[in-house]
């Protein structure tokens, strides 16, 4: 038997990385799982090419919990390590690296959102167990080696009887982190980290029930038996062609995704990159709902389809943080904080290239079936009102295929609204106005007597149309919104058309001065001739500036 010491200065680096890596402890089994992963991969790679003799056959990497003896156990049938490779790649690489990474981010490591994600590989074992071992039998003919560790620099090598290839982990679970322990917290964390791993992953056994033998009578059970619990899917759709994926497949992934939401997704994206960055994924636009703990799902992101986080903010623009799904990327940098992301010229060039391939997805929909667009309108529109808000780059593309529905329901896009008011719907300044109302109910009077005049009433009801028109009346020149009850509706309405108060004028006059000190805001107007098609004797309107005003200062 061999002892050595780590190759580090620090006397004892355990303690740091678990006080440092506190928020994130549970994403040792992660990074263990990854590397057996790795090694799997690594082996069938070179059995592919002929390197190695051995047989690739069909491995699996098995997780196992030892409450009784306080250990876990994460066994691969990979590459496996001679005695050097542990040297080196176990005691040398991993500690070498562990005095930089402290000095570097001792003070960020404080900051637990940005030390949340990063990959410690695997001394991130140390976070939740007090010793560690590694029993290993390379695919190369060598002998098996037993590496141990408790946790101090030094670390002992010795032989061992091994005999099948790979590795195993041993982690003797420290006091403080027992709820590693039970079983359920295991299988919530392969679920949530491993779902996808390409590797196929088993977690204990499961009760399979089997076709009844021919002839079995009625109240025989039918048999069963004990299968392996693979608790991953090695090949998610996200890693297909889209052209071997039919809709079905998209539909039944996204119930994969999202076990607990049972509304069907309305529409998916699929990417698929290789330049000048790697990124694959599929992104769904969700039915809205107010079930908020469907709207807890979220986009997750992968990298190499192990789960990393769903928290996309500075990867995906804001605006589509609302659409389900997952991205896979390897080419996203984890281990910095999100202003740097945000900065990052590969995570910029990632963010637009999503932004583009929803606009194209959702131009094709337009134009391929308006009819199933227009339906889906109102669950979609507020994503694509608040993308041409935020991104100029989606405004110009999006512009094309925004809708404006009407009162009566039809939609519009502005090009379809332009040419269809152009003629009788301006001001004396010749700009074109289009006239909106946000409440069908309550400004159903205006709305009827802007109908009866001819003018085209849209219906613009979403909580961020007044920034939105805003927006479009500083893009586009010469126009202007307004909301059938602002005063501004007057230069359109003639006035002699729509006189028809049943009052005399001395009524009139002192109906009008009782208003006046009802409605002391001298915004407002007065205005004593009802509309034809209202029951109302008056009118009080409120300038379109003043009431947007209003409602901006809400949102
Ligand atoms: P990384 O995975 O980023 O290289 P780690 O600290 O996770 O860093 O692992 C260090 C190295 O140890 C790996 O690169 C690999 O060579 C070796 N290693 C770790 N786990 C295994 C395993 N289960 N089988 C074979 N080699 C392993
Ligand atoms: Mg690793």
């Known amino acids: 038997m061999a ?21 994130d402890h549970e994403i040792f089994l992660r990074e263990l799982i990854s590397n057996a992963t790795d090694a799997t991969l690594k082996l069938k790679h070179l059995t592919s090419i002929g390197e190695t003799k051995v047989e690739y056959g069909n491995p699996i990497i098995e997780v196992k919990v030892d409450k009784d003896n306080k250990r ?18 176990i005691n040398e690489v991993a500690f070498s690296g562990a005095e930089e990474f402290l000095d570097k981010y001792k003070d960020a490591g404080k900051d637990a959102g940005i030390i949340g994600h990063f990959g410690l590989g695997f001394y991130s074992a140390f976070m939740v167990a007090e010793k560690v071992e590694i029993i290993t039998k390379s695919h190369q003919k060598a002998p098996a080696v037993h590496w141990s560790c408790d946790g101090s620099p030094e670390f002992s090598i010795e032989p061992s009887n091994k005999t099948e290839r790979g590795t195993e982990i041993i982690l003797h679970i420290a006091e403080d982190s027992t709820e590693f322990l039970e079983d359920a917290r295991i299988r919530e964390l392969l679920t949530k980290y491993n779902k996808f791993m390409p590797i196929p992953i088993k977690f204990g056994t499961k009760t399979e029930t089997l076709p009844k033998p021919e002839g079995a009578k009625e109240e025989e059970p039918a048999p069963t038996k004990e299968v392996d619990d693979i608790i991953n899917n090695p090949n998610p759709a996200w890693t297909k062609q889209p052209t071997d994926l039919k809709e079905e497949d998209y539909k039944s992934f996204y119930r994969e995704l999202y076990p607990m939401q049972f509304e069907e997704p309305l529409f998916h994206i699929h990417l ?10 599929i992104l769904y636009f969700p039915k809205l709902t107010n079930d908020l703990s469907i709207q807890k799902d979220k986009i997750q992101l992968y990298q190499n389809q192990v789960f990393v986080t769903d928290n996309v903010e500075g990867i995906v623009p804001e605006f589509l943080t609302m659409l389900k799904g997952v991205i896979d990327s390897p080419d996203i940098p984890l281990n910095v904080s999100r202003s740097y992301l945000q900065a990052d010229g590969a995570v910029k060039k990632i963010s637009s290239y999503i932004t583009r391939k929803v606009a194209d997805k959702l131009t094709s929909l337009f134009k391929n079936n308006r009819e199933d667009f227009e339906q889906k309108w ?5 994503v694509i009102e608040y993308g041409m808000l935020s991104e100029d780059k989606f405004f110009d593309k999006a512009d094309k295929f925004a809708l404006y529905p009407s009162v009566d329901g039809d939609f519009y896009t502005f090009e379809e609204l332009e040419a269809k008011i152009k003629d009788n719907q301006t001001d004396k300044d010749d700009k074109l106005v289009v006239l909106y109302a946000s409440n069908k109910e309550a400004q159903h009077s205006y709305i009827e007597a802007a109908k009866k005049k001819g003018y085209e009433v849209l219906l613009l009801d979403s909580p961020i149309v007044p920034h939105l028109m805003q927006k479009l009346e500083t893009s586009k020149e010469d126009l202007s919104f307004v909301r059938v009850d602002a005063d501004h509706v007057d230069n359109l309405i003639k006035k002699e058309d729509t006189a028809i108060s049943k009052l005399s004028d001395e009524e009139k006059d002192r109906l009008k001065a009782d208003l006046e000190k009802v409605v002391s805001d001298k915004g407002y107007t007065i205005q004593m001739e009802a509309m034809e098609s209202s029951a109302s004797p008056f009118i009080i309107t409120e300038p379109e500036f003043m009431r947007r005003m209003k409602e901006m200062q809400q949102t």
Not at 272 to 278: A, E, G, H, L
Not at 378 to 382: A, E, G, L
């Open 72 to 89: 876990i156990h994460i066994i691969d049938q990979g590459i496996g390590m001679t005695e050097e490779e542990v040297k080196k790649y």
């Open 378 to 382: 109102n669950d979609i529109k507020v």
């Open 3 to 23: 002892t050595g010491k780590i190759n580090v200065s620090v006397e004892n680096i355990f303690p740091l990385i678990k006080k440092f890596l506190y928020s």
């Open 272 to 281: 698929n990159v290789d330049y000048p960055f790697n990124l694959t994924g």
